[in-house]
Nanobody
């Protein structure tokens, strides 16, 4: 059974950076497409970033392009999200997700979810 555990969230000032990590057990990260989603209070969950199973193709939501970078560490079996130039609108719970396919962007295309990690960006 695949388990995903996110870490690295916290409180940061606008313009700052955070690195989120998703520890994966039960599946080798190098064989599967992965994604990060987020959900702000009172809003629907939205797509943030995805990484192809080969690790050579990444896609980002429009609001984070140029600021966030998704990657994986095959040795540690983690999927990571480097976030820079953070804005208050980046505040939310960030979820790691195992995708059925790289271009999956909706909940029904996610095989497994982590429980999430809170990111709060103060102005």
């Amino acid at each position: 059974q695949v388990q995903l555990v996110e870490s690295g969230g916290g409180l940061v000032q606008a313009g700052g950076s955070l690195r989120l990590s998703c520890a994966v057990t039960g599946r080798t990260v190098s064989l599967t497409p992965w994604a990060w989603f987020r959900q702000a209070p009172g809003k629907e969950r939205e797509f943030v970033a995805a990484l192809s199973w080969g690790g050579d193709n990444a896609d980002y939501g429009e609001s984070v392009k140029g600021r966030f970078t998704i990657s994986r560490d095959d040795a540690e079996n983690t999927v990571n999200l480097q976030m820079s130039s953070l804005k208050p609108e980046d505040t939310g719970v960030y979820f790691c997700a195992l995708l059925k396919r790289f271009w999956g962007r909706h909940d029904d295309e996610v095989t497994s979810w982590g429980r999430g990690t809170q990111v709060t960006v103060s102005s």
